[in-house]
């Protein structure tokens, strides 16, 4: 079971799988990290609320466009921690793990690298960090709470067949703006440790970077596992 069962009666070769995790997590970092990158510095006076609210719909708009792009080919994970949290839960196979999140490192850094041949000057690539005054032990509790709303909601939208069907894309979508309204001030939102990995490994910025593997991991698990505790099937 992946976030977006696929619609032929089995699942492609893992290599097909793998490659469509790898170019759904491009499109996720290079629109998402691309509009922090575009956006920061872009908007004149006090305008933070807007800058804010550009990169929270590129991450948004981006991942649903990956998902509906991959979805019924590999189910449209694009993120270690769900495909973590999504096999804690029963809902991958064990043996997939390593292949999917490899893809999805692989992506994200050739995402990053793309975005620094566009913006060769930009002093980062959308980097993630905690915030002056916000403290590692708060942020890494930002991370786990925004990963764990972040997969409720993917396992109730992408698992539960009484959710309306077609939509879930555009909920995880929506959930993902969301999240980055919150966490943007805060840590710069990654809940998504390939997202976190690509940009810290091109620009060489490795602030905090296990708070970005351990919240998201940790928190996503967690949010998998409460959605299955409030459902009354196990289908």
């Not at 449209?76 to 997939?96: C, Q």
């Not at 764990?148 to 698992?159: C, D, G, K, P, Q």
């Not at 995880?172 to 001030?185: E, N, Q, R, Y």
């Not at 390939?194 to 620009?203: C, H, K, Q, S, W």
Request: hydrophobic letters at 50%.
């Amino acid at each position: 079971m992946s976030t977006i069962e696929p619609v032929e009666p089995t699942d492609p070769p893992i290599a097909k799988r793998a490659l469509a995790e790898a170019l759904g997590t491009f499109i996720l970092v290079f629109l998402g990290c691309g509009s922090a990158v575009a956006l920061t510095g872009a908007v004149p006076g006090d305008a933070a609320a807007l800058q804010y609210t550009g990169i929270a719909l590129g991450f948004g708009l981006g991942i649903a466009g990956a998902i509906y792009a991959t979805g019924h080919i590999s189910g449209g994970h694009l993120n270690p921690a769900v495909t973590i949290a999504l096999t804690v839960i029963g809902r991958h196979k064990r043996e997939d793990v390593l292949p999917y999140v490899g893809a999805q490192f692989l992506g994200a850094t050739v995402a990053a690298l793309a975005l620094k041949g566009v913006f060769p000057h930009a002093d980062g690539l959308g980097n993630n960090a905690v915030a002056d005054g916000v403290g590692v032990g708060s942020g890494l509790l930002v991370e786990a709470v925004l990963s764990a709303i972040f997969l409720f909601v993917i396992v109730s939208v992408a698992t539960d067949r009484r959710v309306t069907p077609g939509f879930a894309a555009l909920a995880i979508g929506f959930t993902l703006a969301g999240i980055h309204l919150v966490g943007i001030p805060l840590t710069g939102t990654s809940v998504n440790p390939a997202r976190t990995f690509g940009p810290d490994l091109i620009a060489w910025k490795w602030d905090d970077i296990w708070v970005f593997f351990v919240g998201p991991i940790v928190g996503a698990s967690v949010g998998a596992v409460l959605y299955q505790a409030v459902r009354p099937d196990r289908v």
